[in-house]
């Protein structure tokens, strides 16, 4: 079964800290691997994504590193602010296709003030 | 544009009874989808549809039927509920071209007792 394995299931920063999320994938045929933010009371919305090609995107204070021989890729926010409290999903899928998103089951988030 | 609605926000169900959440969007998009969100168990894809008349199962399809008879709409009904089916839904839409996000509602918070 297609699988994206997502660790903490809860994390707690100090403010200007650095939050880091990981994610492990089994399947070698996945080519793009979002992340989704997720605020309470809404939906989640795309943060940031990359593809196999490269080892890591940068985004603001938001960086995705890619290591693919290990199969893992992890979400770090720099400087963490307490708007960053939120929930974050990892996901991935193949073909490029939306439907085909797998996620996992996501990350809780708090940034103390 | 309004993005993707989805009505009602909150919904008590007794068991056996049926219902209909609603969902439409304003943005074109072919691609939506319905995922079921439960505490720790990430996002899981119940139906999605790649264009209007065309629906295919997700992961989690049992106890659900969809229908997409227009672009805008994709309407997903619980027949006979049961207590299992207490989630938060989400739609979404998509362009469904690689890589394209997923734009999601803020959901609809289903309770069946």
């Known amino acids: 079964q297609q699988q994206v394995k997502q660790s903490p299931q809860s994390l707690i920063v100090q403010k200007g800290g650095i939050s880091i999320i990981n994610c492990a994938y089994e399947?070698?045929?996945?080519?793009?691997f979002p992340w989704y933010q997720q605020f309470p009371g809404k939906g989640p919305a795309l943060l940031i994504a990359i593809r196999p090609d490269v080892s890591e995107k940068k985004e603001g204070r938001f960086t995705i590193s890619f290591n693919k021989s290990a199969k893992q890729f992890s979400l770090h926010i720099m400087d963490s602010q307490p708007g960053d409290s939120a929930t974050y999903f990892c996901a991935a899928s193949y073909q490029g296709g939306s439907e085909k998103l797998v996620f996992g089951k996501g990350t809780k988030l708090t940034v103390n003030p | 544009n309004a993005g993707v609605t989805q009505t009602p926000k909150f919904r008590i169900l007794k068991i056996g009874q049926s219902m209909t959440l609603q969902c439409t969007q304003d943005m074109n998009h072919n691609y939506m989808y319905w995922y079921r969100q439960d505490p720790g168990m990430g996002l899981k894809l119940i139906y999605y549809?790649?264009?209007?008349?065309?629906?295919d199962k997700g992961e989690v399809p049992n106890g659900y039927n969809v229908s997409r008879s227009t672009t805008e709409d994709f309407p997903l009904r619980l027949e006979l509920a049961a207590p299992s089916q207490t989630s938060v839904y989400f739609c979404?839409?998509?362009?469904?071209?690689?890589?394209?996000?997923?734009?999601f509602g803020n959901g609809t918070r289903l309770t069946v007792t």
């Open positions: 549809s790649v264009g209007a008349g065309i629906t």
């Open positions: 979404a839409s998509s362009l469904g071209q690689g890589g394209s996000p997923l734009h």
């Open positions: 399947n070698t045929a996945f080519d793009y």
